[in-house]
């Protein structure tokens, strides 16, 4: 048995040796042209560089104003993923515990608002927050990317609350607890898990955005780093290491939350139903 398992799992871990290498070449890639001259990258645009020129990323740094850009990027996230918790938490909420007319409907309908696409609403959105005096802000674009994303953590999180017990909640009602009690007293340290995930979720696609950041932010002090990074692409579209470097530095802080909270996030994701069964 023991020799079947081994040969059965050496196959298995080459074909994840594979695919591991296939995510990881372009950004090994991208990390040498980083550090390369643009001579040496024209000359070998797939090899290490022969000398590392970490001047690449001071250079991409100032030019590309990343310093403004990650900290209108953290503004957003850490706005966004409040807004989004607290939003899809309660509505969550209402529709896994508060037995409400019509769920079924409901749920559908937030199916179908999420899997429609978002260029359909780009242009009335924009005059829309054009006469509201909300384009070119940052909380304006807060507001968007909690209607944008509310939905799918909405879902999430419904299917979330659908597996925990619900004996802690009917004593808490015999105690004469009020819902709102219940919900942060007795389903929020219970639902961690999915809070998290939906905050990584959210946090993540917030922090990548560009179709509506570079639509509703034209200020260049208050770009987030998506469109802060479009922007200098446009003025050093020759000069690859340092789009390069400046890519890598807007790359680098999700993948170390991500690598710090995959194993939650992955137990959040398994425990909602969403993974697949």
Not at 30 to 41: V, Y
Not at 48 to 73: D, K, V, Y
Not at 86 to 112: C, E, F, K, Q
Request: proline share 5%.
């Amino acid at each position: 048995m023991r020799a079947g398992t081994r040969r059965l799992g050496i196959p298995s871990y080459l074909v994840l040796g594979l695919l591991g290498l296939f995510a990881l070449g372009p950004l090994v890639l991208f990390a040498f042209n980083s550090l390369q001259t643009r001579s040496e990258l024209a000359s070998k645009p797939f090899g290490p560089p022969t000398s590392l020129h970490w001047e690449n990323f001071g250079t991409a740094w100032r030019e590309a104003n990343m310093a403004a850009g990650l900290q209108n990027s953290a503004i957003v996230v850490l706005g966004t993923v409040a807004g989004v918790c607290v939003i899809s938490g309660l509505a969550a909420y209402a529709l896994a515990r508060m037995n409400l007319p019509h769920t079924g409907g409901i749920v559908l309908y937030l199916v179908v608002g999420g899997a429609l696409p978002t260029q359909m609403f780009l242009v009335p959105l924009f005059l829309l927050w054009a006469r509201l005096d909300l384009d070119d802000s940052l909380f304006g674009l807060i507001v968007v990317y909690w209607a944008l994303f509310a939905p799918f953590a909405t879902l999430l999180l419904r299917s979330f609350l659908l597996t925990l017990p619900p004996e802690y909640e009917e004593a808490a009602r015999l105690d004469g607890a009020s819902e709102f009690c219940i919900l942060t007293r007795v389903i929020l340290p219970v639902a961690a898990p999915g809070f998290l995930t939906v905050a990584l979720v959210t946090g993540l696609s917030a922090y990548n955005e560009f179709l509506f950041a570079v639509t509703f932010i034209q200020d260049a002090d208050t770009m987030p780093v998506s469109t802060a990074l479009f922007s200098f692409q446009r003025g050093f579209s020759q000069d690859y290491t340092l789009l390069s470097a400046a890519g890598l530095i807007m790359l680098l802080p999700m993948v170390v939350l991500f690598l710090c909270l995959q194993r939650r996030f992955i137990h959040g994701i398994a425990a909602s139903g969403l993974g697949g069964a």
